[in-house]
């Protein structure tokens, strides 16, 4: 099992900045990539952002060039989150992924106000 917990949210004025933290425990050698998504209300949860084993990085389109997703062993994960939009606003989660596996957090809320 893999244990997560989120921190760093919070609300944020267009055009601010936040940083996620995601704290990993368990067995967290067994963990081979780690994401962020997000759900905002009424909408499906969706990928903002994925880091590989190697330091392989994806984003979602409506936030390249303004998040990135970063990790400085296998416990830390960050989401850098720059000219946040209204848009933006929601319910952030990590997600860990082992083989045969996915762990979630409980969520963070970030709210942007335009």
């Known amino acids: 099992q893999v244990q997560l917990v989120e921190s760093g949210g919070g609300l944020v004025q267009a055009g601010g900045s936040l940083r996620l933290s995601c704290a990993a425990s368990?067995?967290?050698?067994?963990?081979?990539?780690m994401a962020w998504f997000r759900q905002a209300p009424g909408k499906q949860r969706e990928l903002v952002a994925r880091i590989s084993g190697n330091d392989t990085t994806t984003y979602a389109d409506s936030v390249k060039g303004r998040f990135t997703i970063s990790r400085d062993n296998a416990e830390n994960t960050y989401l850098q989150m720059n000219s946040l939009k209204a848009e933006d606003t929601a319910v952030y989660y990590c997600?860990?992924?082992?083989?045969?596996?996915?762990?979630w957090g409980q969520g963070t809320q970030v709210t942007v106000s335009s």
């Open positions: 368990g067995r967290t050698f067994s963990i081979v990539a």
């Open positions: 997600n860990a992924i082992s083989v045969g596996s996915r762990y």
